[in-house]
């Protein structure tokens, strides 16, 4: 008999405790498909673990992330926490810092029956370098890669190295060595940031060379970012720096149908972190009202990453499902259905399939 799959949840701020307790009741309907049982941690972060512990992220919260098979990492309102010395860390942040997070992927598609702000079906990934870049947060060693020498001037670094470089390059050539188009393209703004964006290329570029049956092209940022609009068809596999990452993903998530369906995965050589692009959103915390398919996509990457692909492939299925009809929809793409609705439908539709 294999070891339990020890999976620590946490429930985050906002919408978190509802999209969270969808997540989990889905994850139980695919349970017959799992090769092995399940054991779910959970722990409070956010302003729940303020409040009863004096941080928003515990550091026997981030000891049981790293003990744990994989984490499933609710929303967090980190823009409304007190300072650090009063408590207020980003959960989100600390998670990559701590458990070596490098890469963030990222994909957006459309669905069958889903109308979507595109006007052509698109399958891509992005691959966000997670670590360094522009995030001031977690880019250095020691203290943070902004600050104010007086009160008008405030600077930020960005840092770029070559082995983050080279580490999110081979996820996104390995990523794309297997699926069907084998394509990557590099996004960069080297004509600006030359010594920066020029090693990150210089990495993809080394990189390329080891995936003779990827093919490989280089494009500016804002030049993706219009053909994103234009036709994100066109594209496969984006690598990229951290916050070009978290731009271009948002875009693309929201020409496929919405922040709601935009799972990620955050995964490093030992540890993976499954959470929503979106943020908490607060105006509809507590309403029923949160898609929880963002959560559930994520948590479909991280058991497609941690072997599970049966249970990966039956929940991917069920949604496909679900999102074909506007009347198993939730509200946020034109449905009638509340989150607790919805959740029941999906987790029937797995249910269904999982005998
Ligand atoms: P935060 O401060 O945590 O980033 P936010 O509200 O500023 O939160 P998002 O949470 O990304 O940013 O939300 C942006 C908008 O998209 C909000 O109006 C929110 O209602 C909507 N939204 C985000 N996620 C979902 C979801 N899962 N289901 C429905 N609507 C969502």
């Known amino acids: 008999m294999s070891d339990p799959l020890k999976l620590l949840c946490l429930e985050g701020d906002g919408i978190g405790p509802e999209i969270m307790a969808a997540t989990l009741a889905v994850l139980q309907a695919a349970s017959p498909a799992l090769n092995r049982e399940v054991k779910i941690e959970r722990r409070a972060i956010g302003f729940a673990a303020l ?83 522009f995030y001031a947060d977690r880019n250095m060693f020691a203290g943070g890669g902004e600050f104010m020498p007086e009160p008008d001037v405030a600077l930020a670094f960005r840092k770029v190295t070559r082995s983050a470089s080279m580490d999110i390059a081979r996820a996104g050539f390995e990523l794309a060595a297997s699926r069907p188009s084998k394509h990557v393209t590099v996004i ?55 916050m070009f990452g978290d731009i271009l993903s948002d875009l693309a998530s929201e020409l496929a149908g919405g922040l709601g369906l935009a799972g990620s995965l955050n995964f490093g050589a030992h540890h993976a972190v499954a959470q929503a692009q979106h943020g908490s959103a607060p105006d509809i915390a507590g309403k029923d009202m949160a898609n929880p398919v963002s959560l559930i996509l994520s948590t479909e990457m991280l058991l497609r990453h941690l072997g599970e692909i049966a249970a990966a492939d039956l929940i991917r299925a069920s949604v496909c499902t679900a999102l074909a009809l506007p009347e198993t929809r939730t509200r946020d793409l034109h449905g009638a259905l509340g989150t607790r609705d919805f959740t029941e439908v999906l987790t029937n539709l797995v249910e269904e399939s999982a005998i």
């Open 51 to 133: 409040e009863t512990e004096g941080s928003t992220i515990p550091k026997a919260v981030v000891e049981a992330a790293k003990t744990a098979d994989g984490v499933i990492l609710g929303p967090v309102s980190h823009n409304s926490y007190p300072p650090v010395d009063q408590g207020g860390r980003n959960p989100s942040g600390v998670l990559r810092k701590e458990l070596e997070l490098f890469a963030n992927r990222r994909p957006a598609r459309t669905w069958p029956g889903l109308d979507a702000p595109s006007r052509k079906a698109f399958d891509l990934v992005v691959m966000r370098e997670n670590l360094e870049g």
């Open 188 to 242: 960069h703004k080297a004509n600006v940031m030359r010594m920066t964006d020029g090693l990150f290329l210089d990495c993809t570029r080394a990189v390329a060379e080891e995936y003779s049956s990827v093919t490989f092209d280089e494009m500016l940022v804002d030049a993706a970012a219009a053909h994103l609009v234009r036709d994100p068809s066109r594209f496969d596999v984006l690598i990229t720096t951290n």
